[in-house]
């Protein structure tokens, strides 16, 4: 993927999906300074590059749900190894690799904490190369916001005239 593909007006329309992936591009266009037509066809642009993505997220946590964050050190395979067998677990929802204390970030979610035992204790242990996991279990979500800084602009929604004002 190109990095220079996405200027400041593609991320100014992925900040306006972020904060409601249903409005429309018409919306967005105005905001952006840009025709809806545009707006679509640099909407399909990155939806072709792999590197937007418009779909509903829930609180986990208000729909009770149980949320796992793994965070792992692999030795003896290769990290991509160990990525793409946890990223074939349907309960994995999340996994990045990263530099740091860890090779891997991931996120899995659960019904129960029976679930998370088992995929904890058998699961993942099937998988070579995990040398060692720390987790944390989502207790409550406090704040989830997925902007970038220095592209939160105020949400500027056009003015419509009142149908009884005759004004516009």
């Not at 545009?38 to 208000?62: A, D, E, F």
């Not at 796992?68 to 349907?90: C, N, Q, W």
């Not at 740091?100 to 019904?111: T, W």
């Amino acid at each position: 993927m190109d990095i220079e593909a996405v200027d400041m007006i593609d991320r100014k329309i992925i900040d306006q999906l972020r904060i409601d992936g249903r409005r429309s591009f018409g919306e967005i266009g105005r905001y952006v300074g840009l025709s809806e037509g545009s707006v679509r066809s640099r909407y399909k642009r990155l939806l072709g590059l792999g590197i937007v993505q418009v779909v509903g997220m829930p609180n986990v946590t208000k729909i009770g749900l149980l949320e796992v964050h793994l965070s792992i050190r692999v030795r003896g395979a290769t990290v991509a190894a160990v990525a793409t067998a946890l990223a074939e677990m349907p309960e994995v929802k999340y996994v990045a690799g990263c530099i740091g204390s860890y090779d891997l970030i991931v996120d899995a979610r659960f019904d129960s904490h029976p679930e998370i035992s088992a995929f904890l204790s058998e699961k993942i242990r099937r998988v070579p190369g995990i040398e060692s996991i720390d987790t944390a279990t989502t207790l409550e979500v406090l704040k989830d916001t997925y902007l970038w800084a220095g592209f939160r602009d105020p949400v500027t929604r056009p003015t419509r005239p009142h149908p009884a004002s005759g004004t516009s």
